[in-house]
């Protein structure tokens, strides 16, 4: 079920991903709807990233099935799953450092005609419109998640929470129907966690559906009406943050990771 009467963009069914003898992510089934934000929480090794990595295609899933916008996307590969509209950011952003953050965001696109050298030779006048179109695009987004006015800076002099934006902006060129956000709050000072969070919201409200992997909180309940908790691989329970967060199970797991 999605938190929402929508059909769900996202159904992923029994996923399931062993490394060796053990099992990380241990028959996990999600349904979201474009309007939704579902936060992921649990404690650390809960297999919250393996999730990720099997939703991206970066890892390859044992079991189970995944479909976008009822595509079916188990067994199709990282870039194809990108052009279907499944976006993602990292814990650790990496952007090109000597590139400006304008030109970080316009290797993002996903339309780029003009990288083939066929396309160069035969469509030179498509490619400049198409470069011109990015651009005004690129400006736009960066506009969005208030960058602006460090377009033609190198993404090296960018601050960790400015990172996370201009991350924010490359995935949002790409045109995603989802968006997983690995730990948007880490390594942000609490001045740009506001406007982090404003952003993440206004980007849900464009009718983009917002998976969010996090530790902090704050930034949970102030995102995600709901959220699954993962522990040792498995959901061990679904609801309100305020809600699941309360249950003895949960703190159990939370405490379990604590020294004593
Ligand atoms: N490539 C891998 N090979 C072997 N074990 C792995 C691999 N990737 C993850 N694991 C193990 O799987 C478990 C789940 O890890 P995962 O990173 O998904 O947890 P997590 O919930 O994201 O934790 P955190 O909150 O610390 O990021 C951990 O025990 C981890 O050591």
Same mark, same amino acid.
């Given at each position: 079920?999605?938190g929402?009467?929508?059909?769900?963009?996202? !159904?992923?069914?029994? =996923?399931t991903?062993?490394?060796?003898?053990?099992?990380?992510?241990?028959? =996990?089934?999600?349904? /979201?709807?474009a309007? &939704? +934000?579902?936060?992921? =929480?649990?404690?650390?090794?809960?297999g919250?990233?393996?999730?990720?990595?099997?939703?991206?295609g970066?890892?390859?899933v044992?079991?189970?099935? =995944? #479909?976008?916008? @009822?595509?079916?996307?188990?067994?199709?590969?990282p870039?194809?799953?990108i /052009?279907s509209?499944?976006?993602?950011?990292?814990?650790? $952003?990496?952007?090109?450092?000597?590139?400006?953050?304008?030109?970080?965001?316009?290797?993002?696109?996903?339309?780029?005609?003009?990288? @083939?050298?066929?396309?160069?030779?035969?469509a030179?006048?498509?490619?400049?419109?198409? %470069?011109?179109?990015?651009?005004?695009?690129?400006?736009?987004?960066?506009?969005?998640?208030?960058?602006? #006015?460090?377009?033609?800076q190198p993404a090296?002099?960018?601050?960790?929470?400015?990172?996370?934006?201009?991350?924010?902006?490359?995935?949002?060129?790409?045109?995603? !129907?989802?968006?997983?956000?690995?730990?948007?709050?880490?390594?942000?000072n609490?001045?740009? /966690?506001?406007?982090? +969070?404003?952003?993440? #919201?206004?980007?849900? !409200?464009?009718? *983009?559906?917002i /998976?969010?992997?996090e530790h902090?909180m &704050?930034?949970?309940?102030?995102?995600c009406?709901?959220? *699954?908790?993962?522990?040792?691989? !498995?959901?061990?329970? %679904?609801?309100?943050p305020?809600?699941?967060?309360?249950?003895?199970?949960? +703190?159990?797991?939370?405490?379990?990771?604590? $020294?004593a």
């Amino acid at each position: 079920m999605t938190g929402s009467s929508q059909p769900p963009i996202l !159904k992923a069914r029994g =996923i399931t991903k062993s490394f060796g003898g053990f099992r990380a992510v241990n028959d =996990i089934s999600l349904d /979201l709807a474009a309007s &939704e +934000i579902l936060g992921v =929480i649990g404690p650390n090794g809960a297999g919250k990233s393996t999730l990720f990595n099997l939703l991206a295609g970066a890892l390859p899933v044992d079991a189970g099935s =995944i #479909h976008l916008a @009822g595509k079916d996307l188990t067994k199709a590969r990282p870039e194809a799953r990108i /052009l279907s509209g499944l976006g993602r950011t990292f814990q650790i $952003p990496r952007p090109f450092p000597r590139m400006t953050v304008l030109e970080n965001v316009m290797t993002a696109a996903q339309n780029q005609l003009g990288e @083939g050298l066929f396309s160069a030779l035969i469509a030179p006048r498509q490619v400049a419109a198409q %470069e011109r179109t990015n651009v005004v695009r690129a400006r736009d987004i960066l506009d969005f998640v208030s960058l602006s #006015h460090l377009e033609d800076q190198p993404a090296a002099v960018l601050s960790g929470g400015q990172r996370k934006l201009l991350e924010l902006a490359r995935v949002l060129m790409a045109e995603p !129907k989802l968006i997983l956000l690995d730990e948007p709050a880490a390594g942000v000072n609490p001045a740009l /966690l506001d406007l982090i +969070i404003d952003r993440i #919201h206004a980007i849900n !409200k464009l009718g *983009i559906a917002i /998976l969010l992997i996090e530790h902090n909180m &704050e930034m949970i309940a102030r995102l995600c009406p709901r959220v *699954i908790v993962m522990a040792a691989g !498995k959901s061990l329970a %679904e609801g309100a943050p305020e809600e699941v967060t309360r249950r003895a199970d949960v +703190i159990d797991v939370y405490l379990e990771g604590m $020294p004593a």
